[in-house]
């Protein structure tokens, strides 16, 4: 089945640090890959995708790249701010399987000024 | 342009009460989702609708129902509510061809 592993938290940071969170999947065909942010005390909103191979999906100075090669679709933002904090969830689908989503475990994040 | 609408926000049940959560999404989307959130485990899938008039079982189904009352709308019911269904639950739905989920903004559930 599918399956979604990612870079365990909370992290902390300083504003103005670069963020990373890992994320690696297993599936059984060919998913999307998304990350969804989650602000406290609010839903899920979609903050980037990908759809296929060395795709880049950016949004807000986050950028994530579809990697088939290594199974991976890792989180970067160069330069974090205070409203940054949140929590990250890396997602996939697969049309094969009604686009249900499998998540990860998600990643707190918080920036301090 | 209100997307996913949840009711109720929040919610404490006794163990043993039965209680209907509601989803409507105004997006025109054929596929709806009912998840749960839990602390250290990401979302997990309860059920599913992939177009109006079907439903089938997700990750997590047991100890709950659901209905697809029309192509807007998808309800999910706690028929004896539990302690270990203290969650928060999320409605999502997603279009034909559209691989990605749009949320509400979900429902603080504690059963005491």
């Known amino acids: 089945g599918n399956s979604v592993t990612q870079m365990e938290g909370p992290v902390t940071l300083s504003e103005e640090a670069f963020l990373t969170i890992n994320c690696t999947y297993t599936a059984t065909g060919y998913p999307s890959l998304f990350w969804y942010v989650q602000y406290p005390g609010e839903g899920l909103q979609l903050l980037l995708k990908a759809t296929k191979a060395d795709d880049k999906g950016s949004n807000k100075g986050f950028e994530a790249t579809y990697r088939k090669e290594t199974t991976s679709f890792h989180l970067e933002k160069g330069s974090v701010q205070v409203s940054d904090s949140a929590v990250y969830f890396c997602?996939?689908?697969?049309?094969?399987?009604?686009?249900?989503?499998?998540f990860g475990a998600g990643t707190t994040v918080t920036v301090r000024a | 342009n209100a997307g996913v609408t949840q009711t109720p926000k929040f919610q404490v049940l006794k163990t043993g009460q039965s209680m209907t959560l509601q989803c409507a999404q105004d997006?025109?989307?054929?596929?709806m989702y009912w998840y749960r959130q839990d602390p250290g485990m990401g979302l997990r899938l309860i059920y599913y609708s992939a177009s109006e008039g079907t439903t089938d079982k997700g990750e997590v189904p047991n100890g709950y129902n659901v209905s697809r009352l029309n192509k807007r709308e998808f309800s999910l019911r706690l028929e004896s509510a539990a302690p270990s269904q203290t969650s928060v639950y999320f409605c999502?739905?997603?279009?034909?061809?559209?691989?990605?989920?749009?949320f509400g903004q979900g429902t603080r559930l504690t059963v005491v």
């Open positions: 997006m025109n989307h054929n596929s």
């Open positions: 999502a739905s997603s279009g034909r061809g559209i691989p990605e989920a749009f």
């Open positions: 997602a996939l689908s697969e049309s094969g399987n009604d686009y249900k989503l499998s």
